[in-house]
């Protein structure tokens, strides 16, 4: 049976068994390969996408999960919060290797997304899924606080 779904606005169809993580039909399937693999267990936040606009870990999702749904990876991410994000990023020089980034954007948009002039607590709440190997936890805080005072003057 096919699972049918949005991915980043495009009508999709999955063919394969309805049990096989989001992930990879994303990166196997449909050669997106911005989201990562990091732990398989959805403790490191490197597959973060965005189901019907919320944080979703790929890794553990069941592509049947998605059916009739909208996801949104780091390829089509989009809005406001995704342009002061994005902007705030290249800005601070927030990777260092770069391979958790993905999943960290995602988070900070879907956080900005949700509250846009988050505290301090609401953002260790929300990046705390995410694990960094290079330790950039300081810039990437400074990236959301600058994108969250900066997407009143994205247009």
Not at 87 to 108: E, L, R, T
Request: hydrophobic share 40%.
């Amino acid at each position: 049976m096919a699972t049918e779904f949005q991915v980043n606005g495009r009508a999709t169809r999955f063919d394969g068994d309805p049990e096989t993580p989001l992930l990879w039909v994303l990166r196997d399937h449909l050669q997106m390969t911005g989201t990562k693999y990091g732990c398989g267990i959805a403790q490191c936040g490197a597959c973060t996408v965005h189901l019907e606009g919320k944080n979703r870990r790929a890794c553990v999702t069941p592509v049947s999960m998605v059916a009739g749904k909208s996801v949104t990876t780091i390829e089509g991410v989009a809005g406001k919060a995704a342009t002061a994000v994005k902007a705030a990023w290249v800005a601070i020089d927030v990777p260092q290797c770069g391979f958790c980034q993905s999943g960290q954007v995602m988070s900070a948009i879907g956080l900005l997304s949700a509250k846009s002039k988050p505290s301090d607590a609401d953002i260790d709440a929300a990046m705390a899924g995410n694990i960094c190997r290079c330790a950039t936890y300081v810039r990437i805080r400074q990236a959301i606080k600058d994108a969250s005072q900066n997407m009143g003057k994205v247009a």
